[in-house]
């Protein structure tokens, strides 16, 4: 069964530092997302990608944040400079064409990111 | 008003058991509705969508009521294995805005 990849499990880096967190998403699908969960919280929405762009991001994607599909199987999430805030699970998703009608997204198992 | 609200639990409920969860939504114009499953430190899947007649899987219905802006799950017969956050998800666009999540705990 075709599943979305997710490097590293877990990383742990010093405030301040760059990271960048890979997904590989499932080959035919072309809608692309990060999404995290802090520990205990809800699911968070930060940004969707189509056709090599942005499409939509939250307020939690700010100029930290960014995102690029390098190659045609790699997505990536950059922090430029973490903080300690930025601690949480990183979940990249993909779907099928056309979100209209249907909410299902594969998920990676995820990215967990501390940020000591 | 939360954009999408739900009762974080913990249920906690003997094997056999029937147990509903709701959910509430604030934008009147939120178009489709799922509920997800997420169990303990690892990623949500899609358990079912939830459609405006209601629609059942297996030991799984769903109801939809656009007037007060609810969604519900009930489970009957719940197995150890249903034990796992359940996640209601409401689309507006292509924009889907995920609850807190209930927690449900089947005990043997």
């Known amino acids: 069964e075709p599943e979305v990849t997710q490097t590293p499990s877990h990383q742990v880096t010093q405030m301040g530092q760059e990271v960048i967190l890979r997904c590989v998403p499932i080959s035919n699908h072309l809608y692309f997302y990060w999404y995290r969960q802090i520990l205990g919280q809800k699911v968070e929405f930060l940004v969707s990608f189509y056709n090599n762009e942005i499409s939509e991001k939250s307020e939690i994607f700010d100029d930290q944040f960014s995102v690029e599909r390098p190659d045609g199987s790699n997505f990536t999430l950059k922090i430029r400079s973490t903080k300690l805030e930025d601690s949480a699970m990183y979940f990249c998703?993909?779907?099928?064409?056309?979100?209209?009608?249907?909410?299902?997204?594969?998920f990676g198992e995820g990215s967990r990111l501390t940020v000591l | 008003r939360k954009e999408v609200e739900q009762d974080p639990g913990p249920f906690n409920v003997p094997e056999g058991a029937t147990v509903a969860f709701n959910c509430t939504y604030s934008n009147s114009a939120s178009q489709s509705f799922f509920w997800y499953r997420q169990d303990c430190r690892k990623e949500p899947k899609l358990l079912m969508s939830?459609?405006?007649?209601?629609n059942e899987d297996g030991r799984f219905t769903a109801q939809l009521n656009r007037a007060s802006q609810y969604i519900s799950l009930l489970i009957r017969d719940s197995k150890l294995s249903d034990s796992a956050t359940y996640l209601c998800v409401v689309r507006y666009n292509r924009k889907l805005i995920w609850g807190l999540g209930t927690s449900l705990a089947v005990n043997p």
């Open positions: 939830v459609y405006s007649s209601g």
């Open positions: 998703a993909s779907s099928q064409p056309g979100l209209v009608g249907s909410g299902e997204l594969f």
